[in-house]
């Protein structure tokens, strides 16, 4: 009989905040920017180490994360989760990676 290892990978569903830094694909014209990403790792603190470090290498500037579960918590709070987001999930699981499914630049009001 085979044990589950302890150290089985999740997906973990992070928001991003992050400044402004030269070469970061940002507009020109904003002031910094959200990021959604699907990061895997054994426990949350793993999974935002992870999306910070790539994200550092990306030219990016990470500001603040906060993380929103696994897709098991995240349903059971009642998200409502479409297939493209299970799926991008599945294969940040598969890659053991840190997916930016979506990237929201800010901009200064006035």
Not at 32 to 46: F, I, N
Not at 49 to 76: F, H, M
Not at 85 to 93: F, G, I, N, S
């Amino acid at each position: 009989m085979m044990s589950k290892a302890k150290s089985k990978q999740q997906v973990y569903t992070l928001l991003v905040e992050v400044g402004r830094n030269a070469g970061d694909g940002l507009p020109q014209e904003a002031t910094g920017g959200a990021l959604v990403c699907y990061a895997s790792g054994v426990d949350e603190a793993e999974a935002v180490r992870e999306t910070v470090a790539i994200l550092k290498q990306a030219d990016l500037a990470p500001l603040d994360v906060s993380g929103y579960g696994t897709l098991e918590e995240r349903l059971a709070e009642g998200h409502d989760i479409s297939d493209e987001e299970k799926a991008l999930m599945q294969r940040a699981l598969e890659e053991n990676s840190v997916i930016v499914a979506q990237m929201t630049p800010f901009f200064d009001e006035g």
